[in-house]
C-alpha cells in the first residue's frame, strides 16, 4: 500500500475536496459547545428574552461579530493564497523554471 494510494488521481481529488473539514469541524464544534453550554435557552426551558445579559449592548455584539467576521475572512484568505502558493510550486518545490543540469560525472580513482 506504501506510495500507492498517493499516487492514484482520485486519492489526489479527494484530499482536495476535504480541504474544507478542519474548518467546518471548528464551527460544528463551537455549535455543539454553546449548546452544551446554554441547554435551557436551547430546548425552550428558558425564554431567549429572560436569558439576555442587561450589560452586553447590541452595538458591543454586532463589533464583536463583526470583528470576528473580518478575523475569519483574513484567515481564510490568507490560507487560500497559500495553499495556491504551495500548489504552484508542486511536490518537489519547482516554481517552473527550467534549470539545464550537466551529468555528474565519474570521480577518477573511485
Same mark, same amino acid.
Given at each position: 500500500? /506504501?506510495?500507492?494510494?498517493?499516487?492514484?488521481? !482520485?486519492?489526489?481529488?479527494?484530499?482536495? &475536496?476535504? @480541504?474544507?473539514?478542519? +474548518?467546518?469541524?471548528?464551527?460544528? *464544534? !463551537?455549535?455543539?459547545?454553546? %449548546?452544551?453550554?446554554? =441547554?435551557? %435557552?436551547? +430546548? $425552550?426551558? &428558558?425564554?431567549?428574552?429572560?436569558?439576555?445579559?442587561?450589560?452586553?449592548?447590541?452595538?458591543?455584539? $454586532?463589533?464583536?461579530? %463583526?470583528?470576528?467576521? @473580518?478575523? +475569519?475572512?483574513?484567515?481564510?484568505? &490568507?490560507?487560500? +493564497?497559500? &495553499?495556491? /502558493? @504551495?500548489?504552484? /510550486? *508542486? =511536490?518537489? *518545490?519547482?516554481? $517552473?523554471? @527550467?534549470?539545464?543540469?550537466?551529468?555528474?560525472?565519474?570521480?577518477? $580513482?573511485?
Amino acid at each position: 500500500w /506504501r506510495n500507492r494510494v498517493t499516487g492514484q488521481r !482520485w486519492f489526489l481529488w479527494l484530499m482536495l &475536496l476535504v @480541504i474544507p473539514l478542519p +474548518y467546518l469541524a471548528a464551527q460544528l *464544534g !463551537w455549535m455543539v459547545t454553546e %449548546i452544551g453550554r446554554q =441547554p435551557w %435557552i436551547v +430546548y $425552550g426551558v &428558558l425564554r431567549t428574552a429572560d436569558a439576555v445579559s442587561p450589560v452586553v449592548s447590541l452595538a458591543q455584539v $454586532g463589533t464583536s461579530f %463583526i470583528a470576528f467576521a @473580518i478575523l +475569519y475572512g483574513s484567515l481564510a484568505s &490568507l490560507d487560500v +493564497y497559500l &495553499l495556491y /502558493r @504551495i500548489a504552484r /510550486r *508542486g =511536490p518537489d *518545490g519547482d516554481t $517552473g523554471h @527550467i534549470i539545464k543540469t550537466t551529468k555528474p560525472t565519474a570521480v577518477e $580513482g573511485a
